[in-house]
């Protein structure tokens, strides 16, 4: 079993991530997956908050999740879900299925927490065939120097990680999509929420990726 049990994060996440949909997340993750087709690979796929947005041209989810609390949630929401959905375990450093197995790789809110992005994405661009996408919506480091940056370097080092499952605000998540070999096509960067209190995680992008 590949399983990473945090049980207590896994607890406030399935809390918080109703409440994000709500205000605004659950659009954003339906843009992620627009007109996407055929088989996908969606890589920690939490309690299952994604599987209500594929497009009805998707004809499998392979949703790897190795929090076993939350794979339990996902398993649940992949019942209901418009697409066939099979739920896993598995780490993201070591997809499960064939080399070029998968039309596109999807990412939501996972590259934070990822022991190493460099693995992650190595392992996502074997199992996508060339010519296929990686779609990805994630929150990432601040563009700008300043007061947002020093923060978010502060709380990688102390509370941050182990108080939101192993979690990185500050990491370029773009540059290591690029060094694992995809080719960005499209990307937007924003805030989020757009109003109100922010806090050191609130930089995001959203946007694709090919495999050349």
């Known amino acids: 079993m590949a399983s990473r049990s945090r049980p207590l994060f896994a607890r406030f996440y399935q809390r918080a991530s109703v409440v994000m949909d709500e205000h605004g997340v659950a659009a954003h ?25 594929y497009p009805p041209a998707v004809t499998e989810v392979v949703a790897v999740e190795p929090e076993p609390h939350l794979r339990a949630a996902a398993l649940d929401a992949a019942s209901a879900a418009p697409v066939p959905v099979t739920v896993v375990d598995g780490l993201a450093e070591s997809l499960p299925g064939p080399d070029a197995a998968f039309d596109a790789g999807v990412t939501a809110l996972v590259l934070c927490s990822v022991p190493s992005q460099a693995s992650a994405l190595a392992s996502l661009h074997r199992v996508i065939r060339p010519g296929g ?21 502060i709380m990688d080092k ?55």
Not at 39 to 53: D, K, L, Q
Not at 140 to 153: K, M
């Open 29 to 53: 993750r339906r843009a992620a997956v627009a007109g996407l087709r055929g088989r996908v690979i969606e890589v920690g796929a939490g309690n299952g908050r994604m599987f209500a947005c």
């Open 133 to 153: 996408e990686l779609r990805f919506f994630e929150h990432v480091a601040a563009t700008e120097p300043g007061a947002l940056r020093r923060v978010q370097r």
């Open 158 to 212: 102390t509370l941050w990680p182990p108080l939101m499952g192993g979690c990185h605000t500050g990491r370029d998540t773009a540059a290591a999509i690029t060094a694992a070999g995809f080719r960005i096509t499209s990307i937007d960067r924003f805030v989020f929420p757009a109003t109100g209190p922010r806090g050191p995680a609130g930089p995001h992008i959203l946007g694709s990726a090919t495999r050349p």
